[in-house]
């Protein structure tokens, strides 16, 4: 089964144990729903999830004090892919549309989609265009239609956008 990285930990909270996690998701709260995560390729039971700022703060069955927690930071955080709710019509998940072809409007291709970042102020589309990055804005402006059948975004281009 495979495994996805849903996000980072940043560090210690607390002499319990706690660690901060760098969410890379749109829904914090669903680390609430898990009852094991998996740090490298250790499995962890999870004992407590709560959200503080725009962190999320877990505390682990096996992670005892400060000292481990704090052993912990940098590294990523995993759940298994039967973990992922299922998304409503018309949502994918990011690591579905990788390596989609992005075509203009026009139908002409631009390159394959590489990566979608997602904490800038709107998601931003990363696309390969033979080794070299362009970037368009995730907007309904200028992603004009995802079509998983054919693995295709197409797109409209701005003036400079790739300058």
């Given at each position: 089964?495979d495994r996805?990285?849903v996000?980072?930990?940043t560090?210690?909270?607390?002499l319990?144990g706690e660690?901060?996690?760098?969410?890379?998701?749109?829904?914090?709260?669903?680390?609430?729903?898990?009852?094991?995560?998996?740090?490298?390729?250790?499995?962890y039971?999870?004992?407590?999830?709560r959200?503080?700022?725009?962190?999320?703060?877990?505390?682990?069955?096996e992670?005892?004090?400060?000292?481990?927690?704090?052993?912990?930071?940098?590294?990523?955080?995993?759940?298994?892919?039967?973990?992922l709710?299922?998304?409503?019509?018309?949502?994918?998940?990011?690591?579905?549309?990788i390596?989609?072809?992005?075509?203009?409007e026009?139908?002409?291709?631009?390159?394959?989609?590489?990566?979608?970042?997602?904490?800038?102020a709107?998601?931003?589309?990363?696309?390969?265009?033979?080794?070299?990055?362009?970037y368009?804005?995730?907007?309904?402006?200028?992603?004009?239609g995802?079509?998983v059948?054919?693995?295709?975004?197409t797109?409209?281009?701005?003036e400079?956008?790739?300058?």
């Open positions: 089964m996805i990285k996000g980072q930990i560090g210690a909270l607390g319990k660690i901060k996690v760098y969410d890379y998701g749109d829904e914090p709260e669903r680390y609430k729903r898990y009852t094991r995560i998996y740090i490298d390729d250790r499995m039971g999870l004992k407590n999830a959200i503080q700022k725009n962190l999320v703060v877990l505390l682990l069955n992670v005892q004090d400060r000292n481990a927690a704090e052993k912990l930071r940098g590294k990523d955080v995993y759940i298994d892919e039967s973990q709710p299922s998304l409503p019509e018309g949502t994918y998940y990011i690591r579905d549309l390596g989609f072809d992005v075509v203009s026009d139908g002409v291709r631009i390159g394959s989609l590489k990566n979608i970042v997602k904490n800038t709107q998601p931003l589309y990363v696309i390969d265009m033979d080794g070299k990055e362009g368009i804005p995730g907007v309904d402006e200028y992603i004009l995802t079509d059948n054919e693995k295709k975004i797109v409209r281009i701005i400079g956008l790739f300058d």
